[in-house]
Nanobody, 116 residues
Framework: QVQLVESGGGLVQAGGSLRLSCAAS????????MGWYRQAPGKQRELVAT???????NYADSVKGRFTISRDNAKNTVWLQMDSLKPEDTAVYYCFADLPYAPRSWGQGTQVTVSS
């Protein structure tokens, strides 16, 4: 069983920055893709960014150029650096990890609030 623990959310003014962290622990031999989703009130969960073990990345159009995803394979950790934050980035952010032959693992979620 794998646990994902997130940290780094909070309240920030528009234009500011936050850095989210997500550390995986448990019975881990390897992790395929890792990434982040977010869900704003009254909206569907949407994909924010993903990163492969080989460090290939993919971003939602709404965050390209502002967010940067990175990972440390040895530490089973993924980060999301969020710059130039906008009020529309306000949401609960969830990290995920895809392990071989296992259902997707999810973090507990961390609140990000951007004030105008």
């Amino acid at each position: 069983q794998v646990q994902l623990v997130e940290s780094g959310g909070g309240l920030v003014q528009a234009g500011g920055s936050l850095r989210l962290s997500c550390a995986a622990s448990g019975s881990i031999f390897s992790i395929n893709a890792m990434g982040w989703y977010r869900q704003a009130p009254g909206k569907q969960r949407e994909l924010v960014a993903t990163i492969t073990p080989g460090y290939s990345t993919n971003y939602a159009d709404s965050v390209k150029g502002r967010f940067t995803i990175s990972r440390d394979n040895a530490k089973n950790t993924v980060w999301l650096q969020m710059d130039s934050l906008k009020p529309e980035d306000t949401a609960v952010y969830y990290c995920f990890a895809d392990l071989p032959y296992a259902p997707r693992s999810w973090g507990q979620g961390t609140q990000v609030t951007v004030s105008s």
